[in-house]
């Protein structure tokens, strides 16, 4: 079975209203502009979150099964799985969704 290769070519504006050449993908390999995170970066991450926000905030490693476990952030709940992989950017985001944040929260 062969396998075809895509090559993407990824842009962005400049404050110019030039575009610019940001990257080459190949199929398979990981966009460099978007944010990888490891689960237990996500993990730290929230927690900072909640602290600031003064919500609640538990971690239970044993709720779920395998290397997955129940987070719950200020009431909502959603499932982590393993810490030390990368979290994939639709995972991710629907994490974000069920604990009712943004992705902008995280990052200041």
Not at 10 to 15: L, S, T
Not at 61 to 71: F, M, Q, V
Not at 73 to 81: D, M
Request: aromatic share 10%; glycine share 10%.
């Amino acid at each position: 079975m062969e396998v075809r290769k895509e090559r993407i070519t990824k842009y962005y504006g400049c404050h110019f209203g030039l575009q610019q050449q940001l990257c080459h993908l190949t199929f398979g390999h990981f966009c460099p502009t978007m944010p990888s995170m490891k689960g237990s970066e996500f993990l730290k991450k929230l927690k900072a979150l909640a602290e600031r926000k003064g919500w609640t905030y538990e971690w239970r490693p044993d709720e779920g099964k395998g290397s997955h476990g129940a987070l719950y952030v200020n009431g909502h709940k959603t499932i982590v799985r393993n810490l030390k992989d990368e979290l994939k950017s639709g995972t991710f985001h629907a994490m974000l969704k069920q604990l009712g944040i943004k992705e902008s929260d995280l990052h200041r």
